[in-house]
């Protein structure tokens, strides 16, 4: 197939290349196929809930020494634990549910893996083979519904292909550009006798992902990043898939560029690191944006020039040149042309272009970028990244999520909502190394973060793991909380308590005149927003709500309580702890390129917009 198919990378399930069963031709149900077939490519987690479609392959499963299943309380915590579980251990993640309501409650988790490129497979049951179409009870037709939010899809009603079909599915999940691939299993099939065969031959001739780059495109983009002044390594999520940290961090200190990484890049290259920018976007750092737009040269690795990042798009950039590398060609050229593209995988493409750069500087060809840097360091000088403090000895969320990042420190791992609390953590919390952060970046999907911390916990056990949350996420998917209380998945929760829907809150407070419609979130329609309830009347009680789930419950409402109150859950490890922060709630993210305008016009702060002269070459 490809070279991805005999190298466990690029999101692939190491697992499955361990030595698998050899010509192996069993008789057994479609349902232990399908136990066999997950056992046989290295699951060894799946997270799902049972119904009646679905209900023979729990059977097997149950008798399963391999795979472990964690039984959730919604469908939607079994995508963003398999999600999260993908992106913590490089992975394949796996979930699973019945027909109908069960299937669709995956849709929203399905879309958010297709936009963030995570590799996971959803196996849902299906109504028996001939009730399909005649609207049966809990049917729906889950390949066409998710047919433009999956990598590919399977409807499987012939028990005998239950294996190959299941091997397709995680090859194509974590290779090329990973992914998320659904299997759809009619009742029948599962309840069939069937001849299980393994190995399995893949069918997929339209399937060759191009991994390794042109050379000629390499040495033109090598030629263009020495011969530039203001060159800026642009880097996305890409390369973190294609686990090519190492290759980037040499590229960089060989050339000295200048180095941005996206929201889903974050982790990709260390923060401390002298030679990073911070992030680009809508709440990028100043240096970072603007970096970006008076470049003359956007090396572009694995990102996909996305609307957060561009702003306006026919104002991003319009100095720079483009070189443009992804392992999608479909990515390439889309938002904005390339003067030279590269089709490739991340870390292969990185590779060739270190031996390139290094053979332009043999030649006597090399950049220099001093006046550059000197610009660059008086941005990062002049616009830091930094907060007003709280009013009235009230906490702050920046703070509480800076000292979180600090005292946690930068090997645990951090799942965010979306939201307010989403983008300061990735302003104030230190990535030092991949895989660290887990959000839901392009779908910015609410309700994210404890079903994604729970499923990376349970994927690296050994390591912190903690969820920042809103109030407004943390109650649309805190019940599975209850999960991690009852399969010893020891998560910490940290609730940035701000009584609204806080990012909603800042947009009504900047283009809609304080008018506060419906985000209030813990009382009543009498409360208008401008001033929060007394925590006595604030509902709920996320304390009590988190006790009565099995988890330990902490409060912080004081600054000088802050480091004692996160020092004392940091040292709970046999049950998950949330901690409701009671934060002010008209802190704003800053700083800001308001939603369709060109990013020269970022704000540093509210009214304040950078002065960044007009003397570049």
């Not at 759809?184 to 190995?199: E, G, H, M, N, S």
């Amino acid at each position: 197939m490809t070279e991805h198919a005999a190298s466990p990378r690029r999101g692939d399930n190491p697992a499955a290349h361990a030595p698998a069963p050899q010509h192996v031709v069993e008789t057994m149900t479609g349902a232990q196929s399908l136990i066999r077939s997950l056992e046989a490519v290295g699951a060894d987690t799946v997270f799902g809930i049972p119904g009646g479609a679905i209900l023979p392959a729990y059977d097997p499963l149950m008798d399963s020494v391999e795979v472990r299943h964690i039984l959730v309380r919604h469908e939607q915590g079994a995508g963003h634990a398999a999600t999260g579980y993908a992106q913590a251990t490089g992975r394949v993640g796996v979930c699973m549910a019945t027909s109908g309501p069960g299937a669709t409650n995956l849709v929203t988790p399905i879309a958010d893996a297709y936009m963030d490129s995570v590799p996971i497979v959803a196996i849902t049951g299906q109504v028996s083979s001939k009730a399909i179409g005649t609207d049966a009870f809990q049917e729906a037709d889950i390949c066409g519904i998710t047919m433009p939010i999956t990598k590919h899809n399977y409807l499987v009603t012939d028990p005998a292909e239950i294996p190959r079909v299941i091997a397709e599915a995680f090859h194509i999940a974590a290779t090329g550009r990973p992914g998320p691939v659904l299997v759809d299993i009619a009742k029948d099939a599962l309840q069939a006798t069937t001849t299980f065969r393994w190995p399995v031959e893949h069918q997929l001739p339209g399937y060759r992902p191009v991994t390794k780059p042109h050379a000629k495109q390499i040495r033109e983009a090598a030629k263009l990043l020495v011969s530039s002044k203001r060159p800026v390594l642009y880097v996305g999520g890409g390369v973190i898939k294609a686990q090519a940290t190492a290759e980037l961090r040499i590229l960089a200190e060989l050339t000295g560029a200048p180095v941005v990484t996206t929201l889903m890049a974050l982790g990709a290259f260390p923060d401390s690191h002298p030679q990073h920018l911070g992030m680009p976007g809508m709440h990028g750092s100043v240096p970072a944006v603007t970096a970006l737009q008076k470049s003359d040269l956007l090396f572009t690795l694995g990102a996909r020039f996305d609307d957060r990042v561009t702003g306006k798009l026919d104002s991003f950039a319009p100095y720079a040149k483009i070189v443009h590398a992804d392992i999608d060609p479909a990515e390439i050229g889309k938002n904005r042309p390339a003067d030279v593209p590269i089709v490739g995988d991340a870390r292969e493409v990185l590779a060739d272009l270190i031996v390139a750069v290094q053979a332009e500087f043999d030649a006597g060809h090399k950049g220099d970028y001093s006046e550059w840097w000197q610009k660059l360091d008086e941005w990062k000088r002049t616009y830091p990244l930094g907060y007003e403090p709280a009013p009235n000895g009230q906490l702050s969320p920046q703070q509480v999520i800076e000292r979180i990042g600090q005292l946690v420190g930068s090997d645990a791992i951090y799942a965010a909502g979306v939201g307010q609390h989403q983008m300061w953590s990735s302003q104030y919390i230190r990535f030092e190394k991949p895989g660290t952060w887990l959000n839901s970046g392009g779908a910015g999907t609410m309700g994210y973060a404890v079903p994604a911390a729970m499923g990376a916990k349970a994927g690296r056990p050994e390591t912190a793991v903690w969820a920042i949350d809103g109030d407004g996420c943390f109650q649309m998917t805190n019940q599975e909380l209850v999960t991690c209380a009852l399969n010893d998945i020891p998560i910490k929760v940290a609730v940035i308590n701000n009584g609204s829907l806080g990012m909603v809150r800042q947009w009504q407070t900047l283009f809609y005149n304080q008018r506060y419609s419906n985000t209030v979130l813990h009382s009543g329609p009498e409360h208008d927003g401008i001033e929060p309830p007394a925590q006595g009347t604030r509902i709920p009680d996320f304390v009590r709500l988190s006790e009565a789930m099995g988890c330990v419950g902490l409060r912080c409402e004081r600054p000088e309580d802050l480091d004692a109150v996160i020092r004392q859950a940091m040292e709970i490890n046999d049950r998950p702890v949330v901690i409701d922060f009671i934060v002010h709630q008209d802190a704003m993210v800053w700083p800001m390129v308001a939603a369709g305008t060109s990013n020269d016009e970022i704000q540093f702060a509210k009214g304040v917009r950078p002065d960044f002269g007009d003397d570049l070459d």
